[in-house]
């Protein structure tokens, strides 16, 4: 009965705060708001070297992994136990251009990093499907992303943290097919994706200290 009451009321060793810790971040895809993982405004840099805003349009209420992208990643995810792809889309201050940012959640680390390097890394633009493979894009009506359809990608990107890939597609508002455009442009329309991409993966992954007393949290 001592040994048993001394274990039940006993600190935390450090193993078993690490392991509290890495499951907390496993589990933010399900137990975070939505407006959590995805703010209602991020930062960006231009290639002009100012620093602009983000806004939010909408967040997709839908979180299979097999409807969120094009079917060569969808293969890749689902080999790797992909939980759930949760969408947000974006629009820069003008309301020029969209971005879809699609956060890929699964069991751990080590499932995320294998499905990471084995996403298809040479895209290619067809009447049909824009830029492909790629994470699909999220259309919102009434918006500035009413017309962003996937014929419409003409950028993605992709990132890891913790338990998490990061996929970005991004476009024009008016929804003008990607192989009608010019492939050689000045300057970097779409260089607000990645960053969008990797703000949400960075904030998603970090490990917070555990809090053993909450319910959140088992240690």
């Not at 992994?65 to 293969?75: K, N, P, Y």
């Not at 294998?114 to 699909?136: F, M, S, W």
């Not at 597609?169 to 442009?185: C, I, L, M, Y």
Request: proline fraction near 7%; include cysteine.
């Amino acid at each position: 009965m001592i040994g048993a009451w001394s274990e039940l009321h006993r600190d935390p060793t450090n193993a078993e705060l690490k392991r509290a810790a890495i499951a907390e971040v496993a589990a933010r895809w399900r137990t975070w708001e939505a407006s959590r993982i995805f703010p209602e405004r991020l930062s960006y840099d231009t290639d002009q070297g100012r620093s602009e805003f983000a806004s939010r349009i909408g967040i997709v209420p839908q979180t299979t992994c097999e409807t969120a992208v094009d079917g060569e990643i969808a293969a890749v995810l689902r080999a790797q136990g992909c939980q759930a792809v949760l969408r947000a889309t974006y629009t820069d201050p003008i309301q020029g251009i969209v971005i879809t940012v699609g956060v890929v959640a699964f069991r751990d680390a080590f499932a995320a990093d294998r499905a990471y390097k084995q996403i298809p890394n040479a895209p290619v633009t067809d009447r049909v499907h824009g830029l492909r493979p790629a994470l699909r894009a999220a259309a919102f009506p009434g918006t500035a992303a009413a017309r962003f359809a996937d014929t419409a990608r003409q950028d993605r990107s992709s990132t890891r943290g913790g338990p998490y890939v990061v996929l970005t597609t991004a476009g024009q508002s008016d929804g003008r097919p990607a192989a009608a455009v010019p492939k050689n442009r000045p300057g970097q329309p779409f260089g607000a994706a990645p960053q969008l991409g990797w703000q949400i993966s960075r904030t998603l992954s970090a490990q917070a200290m555990p809090d053993c007393s909450s319910r959140e949290w088992r240690c």
